[in-house]
């Protein structure tokens, strides 16, 4: 990047905060009396070259999915898989992040962030780096993926190139199946220019009837029909090595090849694939409502609506079937994107249904913790949490103790209540499973269900009213506020006393994506974060106005202050010689805040790791500013999503797992929890066997350099170096053998 002013120590008022002594009450957080003050409107860290720019930084996380599809050391249809990944996360892109920029410039914001990039500034350098990737990620399709899946067997055909034998065979499937599926729709002066509904695939057709005039007219892509379709293999190609070939053809080729069908007595001029993508940032207007419910599911249904903010065509489109679009879609034509290949690349999707185990990652069992396993035949899932605190890394560990901390919970003549927070469960859903059969076993259970988990909201309305039919006490959230923190609670009767235990999770309590994703959950019965959950979930389905807790950070009641805290008292240990070093793992680093904090420590010393997936905005090895500071990324085969806070603290090292992201949102916005672990055991192990593993990756990760760019170590492709995520799979191997 272009040379950059370090900015000074501190201001007077952060001088005077730096040199506070953090002091500790009993749970081990800093006391609120120690917390540095926000940054004062004179901040030297306010220089706009200190930030990036945080959607551009989201476009360089697609990048490095994109690499993942170009590494031909990944399995051929993982490439596949990546490649549709990048397609699907542009999508979201557009719907949601490019959609906020639209509105902010229809409206005349000047706003700038603190890179200084006003909306408009932002909108076209988005749509630049766009551009690239939509070019890098068909080159990638056209000329790496497509010649790799022909020499490995499996060849993606154009309908032209079809025999005659195959051309019928593959008609009469048309005919038979796809035929019925189909309605074309007009465009005249009697029907109104057809609804072109959100991530729609369609053909825009130009027909001519028997007088010589030319009609347009829009048939859509069914997505309830494979959008690969196999046909009989074309013949062997010299040098495949598969004896087993397969053939397929889009399906928007063989439908636009039978469009005659369609338009009886008319001749089919030419038709062109086009895909439309919709405003989905649908805003709850949840002050005015009476119903969160309703207005979720009105909220949902406006989406089909809302505008056009990006129109995708081949790049044979002719202007003038394009400016039909154009004017009736009414989108902007810096927002048209032209594509030389497949159109919405999230349909490559399907080929991952191809039977082909050596083309993919090899399969891995998934490990039960050995302290899950039961001392006694009679023993169950609670006597093993009263021994001690168990951790859980998914998708190496099993994601069925937490099914089955449910499933025991839900028949235990001992067990009073269940409570949980449910945000992305999915659509095949164990864990609500369990809580209506707790339901019948006349069971206490509250669930809140987080209407507003975006593009989950219509499951989420499914399982709460569900719930709620089989007599659930269901909360579908909070005005103003997105519940997103992940956590379980069983009240059990013992004896004469009441315990109380509890699952806590950096994911979901979802099926499907805890063997997809990275992260960590923690069954615990300490009495102390029993209460809190307790103090909680009043919060959550009651009336409560708690300002404390005695050991889970709870956004937005004192994470943000709590977190300051810690980081500044890691900044006081550094100055009394002590060594400082703190290690973030998160998803996403946007929060101000946080940055000109975190440049603070690195100006006093303090070491720095942070492993951050995604989104980064703080610029790392500024001299005089984050020289201390380095941030990784690693992208592989599962999706890094685990939150994980460590800190060395003068040698008593503390560390804290969560939900939360270094976003404001996250610290604002939302109810969100950070809770920590106290099993020195298990700090040490999570210090040193898992943050140590994703430090020294060299295969999987990326560093991020001041200018933003992020490059790949030069010793990735050596024998011994380090793949974080492998690692982690030895070790289940390592367990399953025992």
Request: charged fraction near 25%; charge should be neutral; proline fraction near 5%.
């Amino acid at each position: 990047m272009s040379k950059t002013t370090a900015p000074k120590a501190t201001t007077k008022v952060a001088k005077q905060n730096a040199h506070k002594t953090a002091s500790r009450n009993g749970r081990g957080h800093v006391a609120k009396g120690a917390l540095i003050v926000a940054a004062p409107t004179n901040s030297p860290f306010e220089n706009p070259e200190l930030y990036v720019n945080r959607e551009l930084s989201l476009l360089e996380f697609q990048g490095r999915v994109l690499e993942e599809a170009q590494d031909d050391t990944v399995p051929l249809l993982e490439r596949v898989k990546f490649l549709s990944i990048l397609g699907s996360n542009l999508d979201e892109f557009f719907m949601v992040r490019v959609a906020g920029l639209r509105r902010q410039v229809d409206k005349g914001v000047l706003e700038c962030g603190p890179d200084a990039m006003t909306p408009a500034a932002q909108l076209a350098a988005v749509r630049k780096r766009v551009a690239s990737l939509f070019k890098e990620g068909h080159e990638c399709w056209q000329q790496d993926l497509v010649p790799s899946l022909l020499e490995a067997g499996i060849q993606i055909a154009d309908y032209s190139g079809l025999s005659t034998t195959q051309r019928a065979a593959i008609n009469k499937y048309f005919h038979e199946t796809i035929f019925p599926t189909l309605t074309p729709l007009a465009f005249d002066p009697g029907r109104p220019f057809p609804h072109i509904s959100n991530l729609s695939l369609n053909l825009a057709v130009l027909i001519c009837d028997k007088k010589g005039e030319e009609h347009f007219a829009r048939v859509k892509i069914p997505n309830s029909i494979p959008q690969l379709v196999a046909v009989a293999p074309l013949p062997r190609e010299k040098g495949a090595k598969n004896s087993g070939r397969q053939c397929f053809i889009w399906l928007d080729q063989l439908i636009a090849a039978n469009l005659k069908l369609l338009f009886p007595g008319m001749k089919v001029l030419e038709a062109h694939p086009f895909h439309v993508t919709r405003d989905a940032d649908t805003v709850i207007q949840e002050l005015e409502a009476g119903d969160l419910l309703e207005s979720v599911e009105e909220g949902v249904w406006q989406r089909r609506f809302a505008d056009v903010i990006r129109l995708e065509v081949n790049e044979a489109m002719p202007q003038s079937v394009l400016d039909i679009l154009i004017e009736n879609l009414e989108v902007e034509r810096d927002d048209v994107y032209r594509i030389k290949g497949p159109l919405a690349l999230t349909r490559l999707r399907h080929l991952g249904s191809i039977d082909r185990p050596e083309l993919k990652y090899p399969p891995f069992v998934p490990r039960i913790p050995s302290a899950l396993e039961p001392e006694e035949d009679t023993e169950d899932i609670f006597a093993a949490i009263r021994r001690q605190d168990i951790l859980l890394q998914h998708p190496f560990d099993s994601f069925q103790p937490v099914v089955s901390f449910l499933q025991q919970a839900a028949r235990d003549p001992a067990v009073l209540a269940i409570k949980i927070t449910l945000y992305r469960v999915g659509r095949n859903a164990p864990v609500v499973e369990n809580l209506l059969k707790a339901v019948e076993n006349d069971k206490q259970v509250a669930a809140l269900v987080e209407l507003k988990a975006r593009f989950d909201e219509e499951s989420n309305i499914e399982w709460a009213r569900a719930l709620e039919r089989e007599g659930v006490h269901v909360v579908y959230g909070l005005q103003g506020l997105k519940v997103h923190c992940k956590v379980a609670l069983v009240v059990r009767q013992e004896g004469n006393l009441i315990r109380r235990y509890v699952h806590l999770s950096t994911g979901n309590y979802n099926s499907v994506t805890s063997q997809l994703y990275t992260d960590f959950g923690m069954f615990t019965c300490d009495e102390a974060i029993g209460a809190d959950c307790t103090d909680l979930f009043n919060f959550l389905t009651g009336y409560s106005a708690k300002g404390e807790y005695r050991k889970l950070l709870v956004a937005p009641i004192d994470l943000r202050d709590q977190l300051e805290g810690m980081i500044q008292r890691e900044i006081d240990h550094q100055r009394r010689g002590e060594g400082g070093h703190l290690i973030f793992k998160v998803n996403a680093l946007v929060d101000t805040r946080a940055i000109r904090l975190l440049y603070q420590a690195s100006q006093a010393g303090v070491k720095v790791d942070l492993l951050v997936r995604g989104i980064c905005c703080l610029r790392p090895g500024i001299k005089g500013v984050s020289e201390n500071i380095r941030v990784t990324s690693i992208v592989g085969r599962f999706l890094e999503h685990s939150r994980i806070y460590y800190f060395r603290n003068g040698g008593q090292e503390e560390l804290y797992m969560g939900s939360a992201d270094l976003m404001p949102r996250n610290l604002d916005r939302r109810v969100e929890i950070v809770f920590p672990v106290r099993d020195p055991k298990l700090i040490h192990h999570l210090r040193h066997d898992v943050l140590e593993a994703y430090l020294a990756d060299e295969v999987k990760a990326r560093h991020m350099h001041s200018s933003g760019i992020y490059s790949r170590s030069a010793h990735r492709s050596a024998q011994s170096a380090v793949n974080s995520q492998h690692l982690f799979l030895d070790r289940t191997a390592s367990a399953s053998i025992r």
